[in-house]
């Protein structure tokens, strides 16, 4: 089957699967369900690379609680209504994206497949599907921009404790055609992750998620020899460098300073932190506990959204990540006021089963999956989405 793009994406992706398993006897590749994926991702990956993409601070509740929230929400469909033409289109920052989603921010993705990032980079591309590169990368982000193209793309950042690094980075993500910096201020430090701690593994000690750094000048200035003579220097100074426990508001002033680009905070949860991102000059805010990866007992990221919604109220874009898994539960995000949802593991998982191939068969499904529910509540655009269409369990 070809696709036709004048045609609704959710029926022509549902026929394409129905007619290869059922013409041709070859059922989807990549699961479709998302238990059905993450355990196929899981088994294809080495326990260690298993336990730390699937894991979370603590004993994971966090993780847990993700989906909890969701499920505390229920969508309400409209009847009768003419649903044969739907427009999943939004205006992010006075640019239109196809598709009110974004691959959120995942480093070291080399750990589970040998093309990293540039595997997720290709299937961005392929489906003009947003994406936000991290600062912990296994390829450059001069690399990675090369084969996305016009596709929308962010930069996320975190702040050095070596600020000629991070003027550095926000000056490469200039230069490569960035669209916006998203500056993570969840990491003080990195979270107490029990299953990774079991394993005795945290990926940047083996060189992954390093190349941003060994590829920066002002990085690179900090060491004797060359990343390449010296990698286990190169590998020290990074976490030496990686995160500043001293930031401060201020840090979010300095940055809204440094670039004429949108600056968006990646961590809220409470809305008054909210409130001061907004009076420091924010472009947009990310609703988001790092995916449970940073406080065990930590609450539900959609259930701080609602509220910073209302608090924000208009003053700045609000984007939601953390328990995405479906296109059903991207519409409940943002039938709560997301302008755009982050998607984290789901893609790590198509990464892992089957490269490029994998993460699109992933995004495709959740488009599909996003499109197919909009119509089927009565829906026909996901920028007319309001809380009406929910009701709280």
Known sequence: ?????????????????????????????????????????IEAMDDRAAAYVSGGAGSGETVDENRRAFAQWRIVPRLLRDV??????????????????????????????????LATARAAADLDVPICLSSVSSSPIEEIT????????????????????????????????????????????????????????????????IANYTSDPAFCDGLSDSPAENEDAAIQHFLDVFGDPTITWNAVSDLCSMTDLPVVIKGVLHPDDAETAVDHGVDGIV???????????????????????????????????????????????????????????????GLALDGADGVRSVLENIRAGLDLTLANTGRTNVADLDRSLLVAR
Not at 34 to 39: D, F, G, K, P, V
């Open 1 to 41: 089957m070809t696709f036709d793009p004048s045609e609704p994406y959710g029926e022509y992706r549902q026929q394409e699967i129905y007619a290869m398993g059922t013409l041709a006897d070859q059922p989807p590749e990549i699961p479709v369900r998302w238990t059905a994926l993450e355990t196929a991702a």
């Open 84 to 117: 044969s033409e739907r427009d999943l289109s939004v205006d992010v920052f006075g640019r239109q994206w196809d598709l009110p989603l974004q691959i959120a921010p995942i480093g070291v993705q080399s750990i589970v497949h040998e093309d990293g990032v």
């Open 146 to 209: 090369a084969k996305l193209g016009e596709t929308p793309t962010w930069f996320q950042l975190y702040w050095s404790s070596d600020r000629s690094i991070t003027e550095s980075f926000v000056r490469r993500a200039e230069n490569t055609g960035c669209n916006a910096i998203v500056l993570t201020v969840d990491v003080p430090l990195l979270g107490w992750r029990e299953r990774d701690l079991e394993q005795g593994y945290l990926p940047m000690l083996e060189g992954h998620g």
């Open 287 to 349: 609703v988001s506990n790092h995916g449970g990866r940073q406080v065990d007992g930590e609450l539900g990221a959609l259930e701080a959204l609602p509220r910073i919604v209302e608090r924000v109220a208009g003053r700045s874009a609000v984007f939601f990540d953390s328990g995405v898994r479906s296109g059903a539960d991207a519409l409940t995000a943002l039938a709560l006021g997301a302008d755009a949802v982050g998607i984290g593991r789901p893609v790590v998982y």
